[in-house]
Nanobody, 121 residues
């Protein structure tokens, strides 16, 4: 089983930046696609960004494209989400996920506990 732990969330003003990190308990580079999801109350969890096993391919949801960047450091078993130009609408609980999904969106097998991102206006 893979344990995922997110960090880096917090409170920022609109227009600011945050860098989320997701540390995995085992080596992920040769096995797992990694993704970042977010969720707000009463809404479905939605895919924000994902990165291929090798790191050569990435996916971004339209609402973050051009503002967020996903990357991975295989030596550290860590995936990152650099978030720039944050908007209040980005406020959510952000989850890291790992797996071998059929599509970018699903299914993922392992999930972190989430890290809260709050963007003030």
């Amino acid at each position: 089983q893979v344990q995922l732990v997110e960090s880096g969330g917090g409170l920022v003003q609109a227009g600011g930046s945050l860098r989320l990190s997701c540390a995995a308990s085992t080596r992920t580079s040769s096995r797992f696609v990694m993704g970042w999801f977010r969720q707000v109350p009463r809404k479905e969890r939605e895919l924000v960004a994902a990165i291929s096993v090798s790191g050569s391919s990435t996916y971004y949801a339209g609402f973050v494209k051009g503002r967020f960047t996903i990357s991975r450091d295989n030596a550290k078993n860590t995936v990152y989400l650099q978030m720039n130009s944050l908007k209040p609408e980005d406020t959510a609980l952000y989850y890291c996920a790992a797996g071998q999904p059929i599509t970018w969106s699903a299914p993922y097998d392992y999930w972190g506990q989430g890290t809260q991102v709050t963007v003030s206006s």
